[in-house]
């Protein structure tokens, strides 16, 4: 008898989320991703300082001065850890550029950029890099940019289907709609708990997993920030799901069937309404979604304060 992971595989490519390298290699997950938060994390563990020591040393000698040396620092940091991750991982990998460019869109232009002469330059070709953006408006100007230059891009923070809309229309590679804290925000303002049926976080998934296929938009969906098991197995058949180890184990130690509940011919059938977006109606529709413009500015400010953070543990090496 498979398990749940076994049987979820079938359906949905399964992806690594976090920076611990030891439970990628217990999963066999095709592709992997990363944020400010699953990194500092990673690099307060002992197992992780010398990624740590390697970024200061290989790029802390420079002429710059010290906050740009900091920022070259956890560049490269970022990059030694997806270097990492790709020698374990058959797929891509995804890195996130700094949360206080969300608003920038030549910042982010740049940022990315750099993440990617910087794998280039170890021998990655960009084929197997996603650059991680918030999905603000300016965040997918960014990305249809990158797109065009062949830079693939994964949206994420991503709570809300006009959101989606902007970004499948900008043809990005890849969404990441956060399931849990969607889920989160709702439990804070009903004070109930939902069956994962019922769950507004895999709501939201499945109408964007339908709008997309429905009207042919190739960007791909990945579930991403799940809060239990039964979120995970409810949106089997998506196009990816990015699970966190704790879930991961959970999948594994299970034999319950998992049946495939998304699908590209039921989606046809829905009855999802094509969406006309420019940017005064993306921010209009966006400011209507209470949920989806707090949770956006709350991703924002919790991995800018994460960057900021790590940045603090390069001060200390400097």
Known sequence: MQNQLEQLKQYTRVVADTGDFEAMKAYHPKDATTNPSLILKASQQESYQHL?????????????????????ILDYLLVLFGLEILKIIPGRVSTETDAKLSF????????????????????????????????????????????????????????????????????VTLISPFVGRILDWHKAKTG??????????????????????????????????????????????????TISPDLLAELQQSEDPVVRKLCPEEAAQSDLEKMELDEKAFRYLFNEDAMATEKTADGIRRFAADTVTLEGLIWKRL
């Open 52 to 72: 740590l020591d390697k970024a200061v040393s290989d790029q802390g000698t420079s002429g710059a001065p010290q906050a740009q040396r900091v920022s070259q």
């Open 104 to 171: 920038d869109v030549e910042g982010l232009v740049a940022k990315a950029k750099h993440f990617i002469s910087l794998y280039e330059a170890h021998g990655i070709g960009r084929e197997r890099v996603l650059i991680k953006i918030a999905s603000t408006w300016e965040g997918i100007r960014a990305a249809e940019r990158l797109e065009k230059e062949g830079i693939h891009c994964n949206l994420t923070l991503l709570f809300s289907l006009p959101q989606a809309v902007a970004c499948a229309e900008a043809k």
């Open 192 to 241: 109930r708990d939902y069956p994962a049926k019922e769950d507004p976080g895999v709501a939201s998934v499945r109408s964007i997993y339908h709008y997309y296929k429905k009207f042919g938009h190739h960007t791909e969906v990945m579930g991403a920030s799940f809060r239990n098991k039964g979120e995970i197995v409810e949106l089997a058949g998506c196009d990816l799901l």
